[in-house]
């Protein structure tokens, strides 16, 4: 009983709220301003996901030297090193870069990280190196 005044009382009453033209406007609004935004934020994701090709390079750095600590060589072949590639985005992984060694001799090498997605769209892939003597440079910036 109780509860059936209560749903009269309440059924002629008017509740504030918003229109839907006010909710289309403010939706509106938030959409050119993220529009606006995310073309600021690509360089950054680019250079956060560069953070992970510096690291593998590095990474291959450390075993190439320990590799050469042993053999007097360094290799091209990254199962001698122990690396390990990561799976890449392209196949259903989390990896970002292909890694390999491109050039390996009894004094040096060079190693390569290469972006396999364009991170910003403009049709350059991101390219990084290190060599022995831990050089690191960005070959081809995205």
Known sequence: MIFN???KRFKNKKLDAFTMFELLVAMAIIGILSA?????FLPLIGKSKAQEAK????????LEKQYFYVD???TTNLEDIGFEQAKLVTADGNANYK??????????FTARATAVADFDGDGQFNVWQITADEKLKEVTPD
């Open 5 to 7: 005044k209560n749903i």
């Open 36 to 40: 606006l935004a995310v073309p600021e």
């Open 55 to 62: 690291l593998q390079l590095r990474h291959v750095l450390m």
């Open 72 to 74: 007097s060589k360094y």
């Open 99 to 108: 890694i390999e060694i491109t050039d390996a001799s009894v004094n040096s």
